[in-house]
């Protein structure tokens, strides 16, 4: 049983931990449930409260407009909730492409919107050039700082972004980092948060390496 | 730079998967779930589906389907076909898809497509432009399948989906689908650089040395493929393997590349020579008596 993309059975006795992909009508949870089912783990997509509150470990994604997005989150209600569950009792969270961006101050896309601001830092547009196009689209390699939650992945692995604004943020938060004309964020890590501009549930073999890491993470395994 | 992408296109009429030979001549394939899957395992980096029927019959490519395909893999998943607005994205993302691929829409309404880009973002939104080359050699984008004359010249054309929002460029060429003969590289050389956003190439790929000859310009993003990648086992992985032999910027993470075979003309994996298959062969052990 070498198959690195196998879901492990070492889990310590814990109980399956209950993740929740949080559901603001903003992208692709059927494409992270999916992946999360082929792990073993059958994770629930939820908007409300109570269903945030009972979970372990949540997943953000998001496709789409940052200002969109943060109108969703708020006309939800669940910010409050959000910030006890991952800020205060420190549940770990998963968040994927816009996901990623929503946790930052604010973005410059479409104007000026302010973010959830759990960390220090901007987004704002990528650069591109005749050679790196934007917005940035396909396969790109990675150079990660040896997070444990690319533990089993290859430096210059390469994943599936998509996006026309990036991240820029203190360097003591980045695990990872990619090329695109300039250097880029490609994923952050601060403490119980990880969070990624690529999709990992679009990433094949790699992706789901890195989403097993964070499956083994919930645990109390890694 | 991002490394250069490789797209697997599954067309689908009455939803099956079929071959097209220049959008008139439809030979049949097969399951699209099925098809998509050994997509994925032959390494895809990325898959197109598109219901070329969906337009003219007034309707949406269908969210079940789009679910189906989009859960037979892990790579990103394109659809199209008949998308008229903003809660047929929504229904269609909602369903499985990373992005959504408008041609129609794009002839007919860009206020729509601004609307979408402001709604999703660039990056969601992909803009098909079918062209055609007259017997005088002049390009004009059609629309609706090939049907429709839109009049437009292509870089006119395609200069306008960018400024409504549109983030990548699907380039067709009408006269090569199907043709087995290559892209047309004119045509390509003369849209792909003017455009700001990543241009992906389609129409007359029939080996890998079409794809070298596209991948080698700056200009090109992506090369999309469709006809040949069917009734081959190990497609993908045989044809991402010859492009690696030969130094092209292809991913090639997968579990079983063909690195240093050789390979045949048409791009395929060549029988060994004999003298090899017979070193290959059993070995005679005599037996030894205890």
Redesign the interface.
């Known amino acids: 049983m070498n198959d690195p993309t196998s879901p492990s059975n070492g889990t310590n006795g814990n109980a399956v931990p209950k993740i929740c992909i949080l559901n603001y009508g903003m992208g692709n949870l059927g494409s992270v449930q999916n992946a999360l089912r082929f792990l073993g783990i059958e994770a629930r997509i939820a908007s409300d409260a109570d269903t945030i509150e009972a979970a372990d470990a949540y997943i953000l994604p998001g496709v789409g407009a940052f200002g969109e997005a943060m109108h969703n989150l708020n006309k939800l209600g669940i910010i409050k909730t959000l910030e006890t569950e991952i800020l205060e009792k420190a549940k770990p969270l998963f968040g994927i492409c816009l996901g990623l961006q929503l946790l930052a101050e604010d973005s410059q896309e479409k104007g000026f919107n302010k973010g959830l601001g759990w960390f220090e830092g901007h987004v704002v547009p990528i650069e591109g050039d005749a050679l790196n196009r934007v917005p940035h689209v396909g396969w790109n390699g990675i150079d990660h700082s040896g997070d444990p939650a690319f533990l089993k992945i290859e430096q210059q692995g390469s994943f599936y972004f998509d996006h026309s604004f990036h991240l820029e943020c203190d360097p003591k938060l980045v695990a990872a980092t990619c090329d695109h004309g300039q250097k880029m964020v490609a994923a952050i890590r601060q403490r119980n948060i990880f969070a990624t501009q690529f999709h990992p549930e679009k990433s094949q073999r790699n992706g789901l390496k890195l989403l097993r890491n964070f499956v083994h993470y919930c645990f109390g395994n890694l | ?5 490789f797209i697997g296109c599954l067309l689908v009429k009455q939803g099956i998967v079929v071959q097209s030979i220049g959008f008139e001549t439809y030979l049949p394939v097969g399951k699209p779930e099925i098809a998509a899957r050994f997509f ?1 395992e032959w ?1 895809v ?2 898959t197109v589906l598109l219901d070329i029927d969906a337009s003219k019959e007034n309707r949406v490519i269908d969210p079940d389907l789009v ?1 189906k395909v ?2 037979a ?4 998943v394109t659809a199209g076909g008949g998308i008229r607005d903003t809660e047929d994205i929504r229904a269609l ?7 959504i691929c408008i041609n129609k829409l794009a002839s007919q309404d860009l206020a729509m497509v601004e609307e979408a880009s ?7 939104i992909v803009g098909s432009v079918d062209v055609r080359r007259s017997e005088s050699g002049a390009y004009s984008v059609f629309a609706d399948s090939g049907s429709r004359d839109c009049g437009a010249d292509p870089v006119a054309y395609a200069k306008g989906l960018v400024d409504a929002g549109v ?2 460029i699907f380039l067709t060429s009408i006269d090569r689908d199907g043709s087995r003969s290559g892209y047309d590289m004119d045509l390509i050389k003369m849209v792909a ?1 003017e ?4 241009v992906i190439v389609c129409g007359g790929a029939g080996n890998p040395a079409h794809l070298e000859e596209a991948l080698k310009l ?2 090109v ?2 090369v999309a493929a469709a006809n040949f990648l069917h009734h081959s086992e190990q497609s993908i992985s045989v044809m991402k393997s010859w492009l690696r032999n030969a130094d092209a910027d292809v ?1 090639g ?1 997968y ?1 079983a590349m063909y690195r240093n075979f050789p390979f045949d003309d048409a791009g395929r994996v060549a029988k060994l020579p004999d003298g090899e298959l017979i070193e290959q062969s059993f070995e005679f052990v005599e037996d030894e008596p205890i």
Request: charged share 35%; aromatic share 4%; net charge negative.
């Open positions: 730079m991002s490394i250069k992408r994925d390494g980096d990325e679910k989009s859960r893999g892990f790579a990103p993302l909602e369903a499985g898809v990373d992005k402001r709604l999703f973002g660039a990056q969601c983030g990548e650089p455009l700001s956003v990543p700056d200009s993003s992506a991913r993470e579990h």
